[in-house]
């Protein structure tokens, strides 16, 4: 007799495991845990024997999935440019609102002048819409500090968040994001305080699982960004890169050169571009609220990823500039519809592939003994529902480390 703590039983499981194909679908599955692990995740005919629970749940048909993961945020900050937002809307254009102090200097000022406590309590709100659609794991970058004390502060309050809600967060450090504005005209000193400074310090600090930077002609350049991911290296720290979002400064070869997890947005990504990216094994992380929020007509070269064999994941990309989103589930819908992804990509993209991007695959994102025990539990008839519906949330339970967990809002 086999001992473990729960067994989930009655249930369809998209397991995303690459042991099988496409999403891994088993028709009368059963999951088994112990320690917070999966035992076992496959057909009941399979499972072993003897095999005994403390608790068993009957799922009654409903599908189970990988606990989501949103794989790109920047879901820590202060304030909101709501009014900017409405101005833009009235004709203003970007650098208008930017020249009266709008834009990401806005942000800045508000992020600089908020306690870790504060900036804890303006993010549970938004975590929790999240987490109500089965995250189980999720990504937070700094960048709104743009000076070592808040971007400390804003990676504090990211790991806190992982002790007020039970979710697993990963932190990234993204210092080169914009010039901050008492260095306008000097990206250079800039990069200069992130590699001498502030790099080392957040390292030392334990505060960063990863490092970003913003690659673009209105951020920082290929040869900055460079000078940031070495650093980094040299600290131990793996790099993700906002690349090629706006124009094509080769950022996808450049986060290859690098080896980096992920390139991410790459709407003017090259075919050389992604082709070293599928050398280097680096993810690509489609951002479609982003595309969607700011009008973008150039969508990533989804059919170059798919012919070069590079794994999509997609994200909210939750910020309050350019994507003031926390639904990953209208995430999915968006890549669908706007990049014409298909089910099983979008599907894949907030697990299995989200997984990857964050170098956590060892760990979560598909349902495989050993990993850890993250499931969402659908009240759905097929998968696509997930992918199909708008503004719905099937969410029957959430399931973490294997425990089952209420969220704010009520929903498991």
């Given amino acids: 007799m086999t001992s473990v703590d729960q067994i989930w039983y009655g249930c369809r499981l998209a397991t995303l495991s690459p042991l099988r194909q496409g999403l891994g679908l088993v028709e009368d599955g059963m999951i088994a845990a112990v320690g917070g692990r999966i035992a076992y995740a496959g057909p009941a005919a399979d499972a072993p024997s003897a095999l005994d629970a403390k608790q068993r749940t009957d799922c009654e048909g409903r599908w189970i999935t990988p606990g989501l993961i949103d794989c790109h945020t ?10 900017e937002f409405e101005r833009r809307l009235a004709g203003a254009s ?14 800045v000022k508000a992020t600089r002048q908020a306690s870790t406590e504060q900036l804890i309590a303006a993010t549970l709100p938004r975590l929790d819409a999240l987490i109500a659609e089965g995250v189980t794991t999720i990504e937070i970058k700094s960048g709104y500090g743009l000076e070592l004390d808040t971007e400390r502060r804003q ?7 992982g002790n007020e809600r039970a979710v697993s967060v990963r932190t990234t450090f993204l210092g080169a994001h914009t010039v901050p504005p008492e260095m306008k005209g000097n990206s250079a000193a800039y990069i200069d305080a992130v590699c001498e400074t502030m790099l080392p310090r957040i390292a030392a600090e334990g505060l960063a699982d990863a490092v970003d930077a913003f690659c673009e002609g209105i951020a920082f350049s290929p040869d900055e960004t460079a000078r940031v991911f070495a650093k980094a290296q040299a600290l131990g ?3 993700r890169l906002h690349a090629d979002q706006l124009s094509n400064l080769h950022g996808a070869a450049l ?6 997890l992920s390139a991410d947005h790459l709407e003017y990504a090259d075919d050389e571009g992604i082709a070293a990216m599928a050398q280097a094994g680096t993810v690509a992380v489609v951002l ?3 595309f969607y929020f700011i009008r973008e007509r150039q969508t990533p070269p989804i059919d170059a990823m798919r012919r070069h064999g590079v794994p999509i994941a ?6 309050p500039g350019t994507s003031p989103l926390t639904s990953l589930l209208l995430a999915m819908n968006m890549g669908a519809t706007l990049f014409r992804l298909t089910v099983d990509e979008c599907i894949a993209a907030v697990t299995r592939e989200a997984a990857r991007a964050l170098g956590l695959f060892a760990e979560t ?20 529902e997930l992918v199909y519906r708008i503004g719905f949330n099937p969410l029957h339970t959430r399931v973490w480390h294997g425990h089952s967990h209420i969220a704010a809002s009520g929903i498991a």
């Fill in 74 to 83: 920047h879901l820590v900050h202060g304030g909101n440019r709501a009014a």
């Fill in 94 to 107: 970007y650098e208008e609102i930017a020249r009266a102090g709008g834009g990401i200097v806005s942000t």
């Fill in 155 to 161: 990676l504090q309050a990211a790991r806190q968040l």
């Fill in 237 to 239: 720290l793996p790099v």
């Fill in 255 to 260: 986060a290859a050169r690098f080896g980096a």
């Fill in 288 to 290: 479609p609220g982003a």
């Fill in 314 to 319: 997609l994200a909210t990309d939750s910020n």
């Fill in 365 to 384: 994102g598909s349902l495989d003994a050993g990993k850890f025990c993250d499931l969402a539990i659908w009240n759905i008839e097929q998968p696509a």
